[in-house]
């Protein structure tokens, strides 16, 4: 293989294969380099953790992937597909009553109106808001932000722009400024009273986060979940027919039509630099591969402090980094399945409503706060909340015929423990957060046919994310915008030719693809 590119990405997660897409659609010759066995990153879908399961083992949902990356490489025409969910959650109830909520503005209304009929008729009036808001915060998401430190002309009219754009919110920008610097705690109180509607918005406020929704910075995680849509419905969120790896097995197929070169199995040990230039790579495996253009879809820990001397930075950009928060307190488990749950609010083992959407377990807002006082402190939530999804209920082909395939994502599981480590402990923290589910669905232990638990520490070792963050670096204000990765820098870096393409860079989290989109313009200055 010819040793020389025009670009390397390290990572062939689901934004570097973006950038990697891209970048050979503008005719460069690229090399991606994946330390794992399968490309995908934490978005992938594995056959082998159960036998005839299809397991999206971290990511597990889908509404924010860009619309319009989505049309620019074609991604229908090569299979992906997403499922919507209707209704979108589940919450039952210790009194063995339930809440639905969806894209049904009727049965929302009708489904809050049992617990409040004051909240009933919030409810639209909230998403209205949301939505007035969404109009001028989205768009900031897939812009380049502003360098605040040594502004260039774009720079200054961009930030004219923003300026503008908040001004136009007139007497909102005072909320707008609260959601994305505010507590989600007080936001959700003022709208609404009734606890199973607080509850189920509140845990989208803390999900992923080292928080708690009484805490700045999570009226952001709120807001951030209302902001993605599938198949045009605003806030709905579905699942990728096939597991969320067929999001990535996509993009893959399009980067390698495109000309691109990806390498499995092949981890990079060192970015090569000289004079303040990145020229390549070497692996592990000592092979060296050449190119003018290195993008790191890893965090700034891996890219900086592991694969890098620390000489070759200056001070400044070093201290930045080096304060970056990875704190962590997410744990997933994935489960198969004899059969489906039998929620003693809803009973029923054949898939209804009750198993489409996301399952909120979680008594009130005080078990949220409770539960972050225990991480806190460095132990697991003595009281665990559970989102769980089954996507075997809307999409079969995930388990075999009777079979279902479940996902618990979990808050607080903190990776910082005060006694022991996740090794010792995962166990007996996932049989807690099973006898809580099974409280509410008595079939649900003897049902469990096998488990996979995935700790902060695994999240970290299988994964590359330092602390287990699922984000790359917390989700907080002063980590976003013109501040993410530090002051001064986004996609470039003090070092020529290297750029960051990962989540690391603005806008952060999830599976949006835009700091993969976004890099790719750095690159080829299509700003």
Not at 471 to 499: C, D, E, K, V
């Amino acid at each position: 293989m010819n040793s020389h590119f025009d670009a390397i990405i390290i990572g062939a997660g689901h934004n570097g294969l973006v950038t990697a897409c891209y970048l050979a659609k503008a005719g460069k010759k690229v090399l991606l380099l994946e330390r794992r066995h399968l490309v995908g990153g934490a978005c992938v879908t594995d056959e082998s953790t159960f036998t005839g399961f299809k397991v999206s083992n971290a990511a597990y949902v889908n509404s924010l992937f860009h619309k319009q990356i989505e049309k620019d490489l074609r991604l229908r025409d090569y299979g992906y597909k997403v499922l919507e969910r209707n209704p979108s959650s589940f919450t039952p109830t210790e009194e063995g009553k339930h809440l639905f909520l969806g894209p049904d503005d009727r049965l929302n209304q009708s489904e809050i109106s049992k617990f409040s009929k004051r909240d009933a008729e919030n409810y639209p009036k909230y998403n209205q808001k949301l939505e007035h808001l969404a109009k001028v915060i989205e768009p900031i998401l897939s812009g380049k932000p502003p360098n605040v430190l040594k502004p260039g002309l774009k720079d200054l009219w961009n930030m004219w722009k923003l300026s503008s754009s908040f001004r136009s919110l007139g007497p909102d920008l005072q909320e707008a400024i609260e959601f994305l610097t505010g507590s989600a705690r007080p936001i959700l109180e003022r709208w609404f009273e009734s606890e199973p509607l607080l509850s189920t918005l509140a845990t989208d406020a803390v999900i992923g986060a080292m928080a708690a929704p009484s805490m700045p910075g999570t009226g952001y995680v709120l807001f951030h979940h209302v902001m993605g849509e599938t198949n045009g419905k605003r806030g709905v969120w579905g699942y990728v027919q096939g597991g969320m790896g067929t999001l990535t097995k996509v993009l893959a197929k399009i980067a390698t039509d495109l000309g691109s070169t990806i390498l499995c199995e092949t981890p990079v040990q060192k970015i090569l630099v000289k004079n303040n230039r990145a020229i390549g790579v070497v692996t592990t495996e000592g092979k060296e591969f050449t190119a003018p253009i290195v993008a790191s879809n890893a965090d700034c820990n891996v890219t900086f402090n592991k694969l890098m001397s620390p000489d070759c930075l200056p001070e400044d950009f070093k201290r930045g980094i080096d304060r970056i928060n990875y704190d962590s307190a997410s744990l997933k488990i994935n489960v198969a399945l004899s059969e489906l749950p039998d929620f003693i609010a809803l009973p029923g083992k054949i898939a209804g409503p009750q198993h489409r959407g996301t399952i909120h377990i979680c008594k009130d807002l005080d078990t949220i706060e409770r539960g972050y006082d225990d991480a806190k402190y460095g132990e697991p939530s003595r009281v665990p909340i559970l989102e769980c999804t089954i996507p075997s209920a809307v999409d079969p082909t995930v388990a075999p015929e009777g079979k279902h395939l479940m996902s618990m994502f979990i808050q607080y599981a903190p990776y910082k423990l005060k006694n022991g480590n996740w090794d010792q402990l995962k166990d007996a923290f996932a049989d807690r957060c099973f006898d809580l589910l099974n409280t509410y669905a008595p079939n649900f232990r003897s049902s469990v046919i096998d488990r996979q638990v995935l700790t902060p520490l695994d999240f970290e070792r299988e994964y590359s994310l330092t602390g287990g963050n699922i984000f790359q670096g917390s989700m907080i204000m002063n980590q976003l915008f013109f501040m993410r990765p530090t002051l001064g820098y986004s996609y470039r870096t003090p070092i020529q030719g290297l750029f960051l393409c990962g989540a690391a860079a603005h806008p952060g989290g999830g599976v949006t693809g835009i700091p993969g989109w976004n890099c790719a313009k750095e690159i080829l200055g299509k700003w």
